[in-house]
């Protein structure tokens, strides 16, 4: 009798060890899931460490968001402007959100150029994380996932929506602005041909974000600027194309975009081409770097150089990729 109950006592002890351990994880299961709900993973991970900004410097970053687009105007009072957030894969935005966290934004407001997912895929989950005060919305409207989750996003953390088209401005701080001179209007249905195009001027230094748009419109845009160089004017905000300095090259410096005609009139000093490592499009098209090449003093690549960050003062612009020591200066 006693042999017999001796032989049940590590069965039982057995099965209380594993009820306990089958207890222990489903704790350890749910709070792992309230935490990744109030605390999403890619918070976990530390911010990227960047250089502190200069006084009365605004910075643009260029992001390596592989075959994708994301910019963050940092204006001069630690304001961001987010234009674009890439494709919203897994590397990516972690890569974007420990860069804003590094930035540390006193406030954000996000511009969705147009509804294709290389640029807009990320910008729901940046709003999600770090909120925004406004969304600007692409003149041609979609039902694809990312469209709809931006917008989503956007009412869930109580920010403005508004369509960015000709003529809104954006002012940042010390007479920094953003004007948007394409598209004209919402009566367009291509998205890249009506997708945003910024003009960000400080400090007499002026750049350019060419989004997606194609020979067609980058000509269009040309023949109107020849009928009269005030036609992109926003109120007191002036728009000098042929004063540009820097370029974020169109399309990924596809062979479709780049035009001399459009090239000849900007002629930027530099030029930034936002792409990823031997993507499947070839970008940049080797037509287009020739035409780049003609006009344009130097040319830049994420898919070359990672991240690339301009830096705008009253003595000029830097232009750091990789580290410090690439540091160049335009005055």
């Not at 249905?189 to 007499?204: G, I, K, R, T």
């Not at 081409?273 to 040319?299: D, F, K, Q, T």
Request: proline residues 5%.
């Amino acid at each position: 009798m006693h042999a017999q109950k001796s032989r049940r006592d590590p069965d039982r002890r057995s099965r209380i060890r594993r009820l306990i351990l089958l207890a222990a994880w489903a704790v350890f299961s749910i709070a792992a899931a309230v935490l990744a709900y109030y605390l999403p993973w890619r918070n976990l991970f530390p911010a990227i460490r960047i250089p502190a900004r200069a006084e009365g410097e605004m910075r643009v970053h260029f992001l390596d968001v592989g075959q994708g687009d994301s910019t963050i105007l940092e204006f001069p009072d630690g304001a961001c402007l987010l234009v674009d957030a890439g494709d919203g894969s897994s590397d990516h935005q972690l890569k974007l959100n420990r860069y804003l966290r590094g930035l540390k934004p006193t406030s954000l407001e996000v511009v969705a150029t147009h509804v294709d997912a290389d640029h807009c895929g990320g910008i729901a989950p940046v709003i999600e994380t770090f909120g925004a005060t406004k969304l600007w919305l692409p003149a041609v409207p979609s039902e694809n996932a990312v469209y709809r989750n931006a917008v989503a996003a956007a009412e869930e953390k109580g920010a403005e929506t508004e369509i960015l088209t000709r003529y809104r401005a954006i002012p940042g701080a010390c007479g920094a602005y953003a004007v948007c001179i394409s598209p004209y209007s919402l009566g367009e249905d291509d998205p890249n041909e009506s997708s945003a195009v910024l003009y960000v001027s400080y400090q007499d230094v002026q750049i350019l974000l060419g989004a997606d748009i194609p020979a067609a419109r980058e000509r269009l845009l040309v023949r109107e600027y020849a009928l009269d160089e005030t036609i992109f004017d926003s109120g007191s905000y002036a728009v000098r194309l042929d004063e540009v300095d820097v370029l974020r090259v169109s399309h990924h410096g596809s062979s479709t975009s780049s035009s001399e005609e459009w090239l000849s009139l900007l002629s930027p000093d530099i030029a930034v081409i936002s792409c990823g490592r031997g993507n499947r499009y070839a970008h940049p098209a080797s037509e287009a770097v020739a035409r780049l090449a003609a006009y344009v003093g130097e040319i830049y690549r994420t898919d070359e150089l990672g991240d690339i960050v301009l830096g705008v003062t009253s003595d000029g612009y830097t232009v750091t990729a990789g580290n410090e020591s690439s540091k160049r200066s335009y005055l």
